[in-house]
């Protein structure tokens, strides 16, 4: 097995949600695996956010402003990526949001934001990236690969999180269609669904806060040591782990692993 650095050189990586938390970690370990990178992310490409992500990241990496639930930014960035690099050899699949709430109380809007963004996303990212990573491919032993995050949540289920299980649920079983379709057919390509626990992101400390509104706990804090009192672990990930993992399933290392779940979660779901 190869242990130098850079394993991941001559390879192409789209990460969506590329500009903050998990997504920005993978884009991170990517690059100094070799790979080059395109992020996407909704944040407008001349946002003071983006220019300054960017230039941390350096000249292997370019951004697009993106939403993930519309087809035609899914088209752009296929165009962009085919232009400036001709090649993909992994997508991260990260773009997502959360929703809580009774289920009674639960909006069709917003049942259909959630899905649109965590289930379309991922289905419009596989569907127009495909034929591109099925030609790129036969490039590296493993073949193209598709590492798509859904969450603890799509395992188990959770008081007052229905919608966000449903669509992370729905990422886990698309995950495991598609790399039965890719073998069946010979595609060069593998599928992994990747299921992280609470980790350490602004989509956390936002989530906390929504619960703190609707009156589930007084501070952040409290649902912080909450979640930590309940992780065998006894602590929150760091997106840094979940890129690690993000990494293995995109490397060499995997190359027998698809339709599988990887599970970053510091023994939650074991219990």
């Given at each position: 097995?190869?242990?130098?650095?850079?394993?991941?050189?001559?390879?192409?990586?789209?990460v969506?949600?590329?500009?903050?938390?998990?997504?920005?970690a993978?884009?991170?370990?990517?690059?100094?695996?070799?790979?080059?990178?395109?992020?996407?992310?909704?944040?407008?490409?001349?946002?003071?956010?983006?220019?300054?992500?960017?230039?941390?990241?350096?000249?292997?990496?370019?951004?697009?402003?993106?939403?993930?639930?519309?087809?035609?930014?899914?088209?752009?960035?296929?165009?962009?990526?085919?232009?400036?690099?001709g090649?993909?050899?992994?997508?991260?699949?990260?773009a997502?949001?959360?929703?809580?709430?009774?289920?009674?109380?639960?909006?069709?809007?917003?049942?259909?934001?959630?899905?649109?963004i965590?289930?379309?996303?991922?289905?419009?990212?596989?569907?127009?990236?495909?034929?591109?990573?099925?030609?790129?491919?036969?490039?590296?032993?493993?073949?193209?690969?598709?590492?798509?995050?859904?969450?603890?949540?799509?395992?188990?289920?959770?008081?007052?999180?229905?919608?966000?299980?449903?669509?992370?649920?729905?990422?886990?079983?698309?995950?495991?269609?598609?790399?039965?379709?890719?073998a069946?057919?010979?595609?060069?390509?593998?599928?992994?669904?990747?299921?992280?626990?609470?980790?350490?992101?602004?989509?956390?400390?936002?989530?906390?806060?929504?619960?703190?509104?609707?009156?589930?706990?007084?501070?952040?804090d409290?649902?912080?040591?909450?979640?930590?009192?309940?992780?065998?672990?006894?602590?929150?990930?760091?997106?840094?782990?979940?890129?690690?993992?993000?990494?293995?399933?995109a490397?060499?290392?995997?190359?027998?692993?698809?339709?599988?779940?990887?599970?970053?979660?510091?023994?939650?779901?074991?219990?």
């Amino acid at each position: 097995m190869e242990l130098s650095a850079q394993r991941l050189q001559g390879r192409v990586a789209f990460v969506s949600g590329g500009l903050r938390g998990i997504g920005l970690a993978c884009a991170t370990r990517f690059l100094a695996e070799g790979a080059e990178v395109v992020l996407s992310d909704l944040d407008a490409e001349d946002s003071d956010t983006a220019r300054e992500v960017m230039a941390s990241l350096g000249q292997a990496a370019s951004y697009i402003s993106a939403n993930v639930a519309k087809e035609e930014d899914w088209q752009r960035a296929v165009s962009l990526v085919k232009e400036r690099h001709g090649k993909c050899h992994i997508l991260v699949n990260n773009a997502g949001i959360d929703l809580t709430g009774p289920v009674e109380e639960l909006s069709m809007e917003g049942w259909r934001r959630i899905m649109s963004i965590n289930v379309d996303g991922v289905f419009l990212g596989t569907k127009h990236f495909v034929p591109m990573m099925a030609a790129s491919g036969a490039d590296f032993r493993g073949g193209s690969s598709i590492i798509n995050v859904s969450s603890i949540m799509g395992l188990v289920g959770m008081n007052e999180v229905s919608a966000y299980n449903a669509s992370k649920g729905a990422v886990r079983l698309f995950t495991k269609g598609i790399a039965i379709e890719f073998a069946q057919k010979k595609m060069p390509i593998r599928a992994n669904s990747l299921h992280p626990g609470f980790v350490e992101t602004p989509l956390l400390k936002a989530g906390f806060q929504r619960w703190v509104d609707q009156g589930f706990a007084e501070k952040p804090d409290d649902l912080v040591a909450g979640v930590v009192g309940s992780t065998p672990i006894g602590r929150l990930a760091q997106p840094s782990e979940l890129a690690s993992a993000a990494f293995f399933l995109a490397s060499e290392d995997s190359s027998y692993m698809t339709g599988a779940e990887l599970v970053i979660d510091g023994g939650w779901t074991a219990q």
